[in-house]
C-alpha cells in the first residue's frame, strides 16, 4: 500500500500553459485539458505530447483536483495522431524522442492519481486513438470515428495498438491495425474503446455526470482504487486476489474507509479528509 501514498500538497490555482497547444481550465476540482492546434488537426507533435504531460503532472498531488478531462476545441477532429512531418527522414525530431515521449504521455495517464476521462467529439486517429484508448474512461458523440490507419502510409501503428490491445478483443484490435478502417463510436462503444456514447449535444452532460460522481467520492481512495486496477491487468489470477485482499485490509485501515462505513449505518453523507491518514 505505501506505493501508492503520496504526500499530498496545498498548492492552489491553475495556470493555463502551452496555449499554442493546450488550453487548460480547473474548476470544482475538475482539470479540463482541451486540445487547441487547430491547424495541425490538434497533431500529437513532440510540442503537444510535451504540453499534455506538463499539465496532467501538474500539481497532480494537491487534494483539490480530483478528475482531469481530456479534449479538443475543435469538433470534427479529436486528434489526427503523430505529425508526420516530424516522422520524415529529413526531420530534426529525433524519432526515438517522438515514441519515447508518447509513451511517457500514456503512462502519465495511467500514473495520474485521479481518474483521465477522455471526451471525444469527432475522429480520434493512430495515436489520437492511443491517447482515447490510455485515458481511464472515455466518452465519445455518435459522429465520432476511431482509427489505426498507419499501414496506409507505410507505419504500422505499433505503439498505438498497445493500449488498443488491452481495451478491446483482440480480434477487433486486429481488424482495426490490420486494414485502417474506422469504427464508430457505437462500435467503439460496443468493444469497450469507449465507456459512453451519447448524442453531441449530450457530451457536455454526460462528462460532468461523470466527474460530478468522481468529486464525491474519497480522493486517496480512488487513488489506491485506480493504481490497483491498472496493477492487477498483468497479474495472474492467484496473484491479484492476494494483492487485492491486501489492498483492501490496507484501504480499512484508512480515515476515509471508516469514516464511509460509519456514515452509511448513521444514514448521512460522508465527510470525506481526502488524506491516507489511519486510524
Same mark, same amino acid.
Given at each position: 500500500? &505505501?506505493?501508492?501514498? *503520496?504526500?499530498?500538497?496545498? %498548492? ?11 488550453? /487548460?481550465? !480547473? ?5 479540463? %485539458?482541451? @486540445? ?26 494537491? !487534494?483539490? @483536483?480530483?478528475?482531469?478531462? @481530456? $479534449?479538443?476545441?475543435? &469538433? ?16 530534426? #525530431? ?35 486513438? !492511443? ?33 488498443? =490491445?488491452?481495451? =478491446? ?9 490490420? /486494414?485502417?478502417?474506422? %469504427? ?15 448524442? $453531441?449535444? #449530450? ?7 461523470? *466527474? ?16 490497483? @486496477?491498472?496493477? !492487477? ?5 492467484? *496473484? ?6 491486501? /489492498? ?32
Amino acid at each position: 500500500m &505505501g506505493r501508492y501514498i *503520496t504526500k499530498a500538497l496545498s %498548492i492552489r490555482g491553475m495556470a493555463s500553459v502551452n496555449k499554442k497547444y493546450v488550453e /487548460t481550465t !480547473q474548476k470544482d476540482g475538475v482539470r479540463t %485539458i482541451q @486540445l487547441s492546434d487547430s491547424a495541425s488537426l490538434n497533431s500529437l507533435s513532440l510540442e503537444m505530447l510535451k504540453a499534455l504531460m506538463s499539465e496532467i503532472k501538474k500539481d497532480e498531488n494537491n !487534494q483539490e @483536483l480530483r478528475s482531469i478531462v @481530456l $479534449t479538443s476545441v475543435t &469538433g470534427k477532429v479529436f486528434s489526427a495522431g503523430h505529425n508526420l512531418k516530424e516522422l520524415t527522414a529529413t526531420s530534426n #525530431k529525433s524519432h526515438t524522442e517522438v515514441f519515447e515521449t508518447c509513451s511517457e504521455l500514456m503512462q502519465a495517464i495511467s500514473e495520474s492519481p485521479v481518474p483521465v476521462i477522455a471526451a471525444v467529439d469527432g475522429l480520434a486517429a493512430a495515436a489520437g486513438c !492511443q491517447l482515447v484508448a490510455a485515458c481511464d474512461i472515455a466518452v465519445c458523440t455518435d459522429r465520432s470515428l476511431f482509427s489505426t490507419p498507419g499501414a496506409n502510409l507505410g507505419i504500422f501503428c505499433s505503439t498505438p495498438g498497445i493500449p488498443l =490491445v488491452r481495451n =478491446v478483443p483482440r480480434k477487433n484490435a486486429s481488424y482495426m491495425l490490420f /486494414t485502417g478502417f474506422p %469504427i464508430s463510436g457505437r462500435e467503439a462503444y460496443e468493444c469497450g474503446l469507449v465507456s459512453k456514447v451519447v448524442p $453531441t449535444d #449530450k457530451l457536455d452532460e454526460e462528462v460532468h455526470r461523470i *466527474t460530478d460522481a468522481i468529486n464525491k467520492k474519497s480522493r486517496s481512495v480512488m487513488h489506491i482504487g485506480k493504481m490497483f @486496477l491498472h496493477e !492487477q491487468i498483468n497479474l495472474d489470477v492467484t *496473484t491479484a486476489y492476494r494483492r487485492g485482499t491486501e /489492498t483492501m485490509v490496507e484501504n480499512l485501515k484508512m480515515r476515509d474507509a471508516q469514516e464511509g462505513i460509519r456514515s452509511f449505518l448513521e444514514k448521512r453523507k460522508p465527510k470525506w479528509s481526502h488524506d491516507y491518514e489511519k486510524n
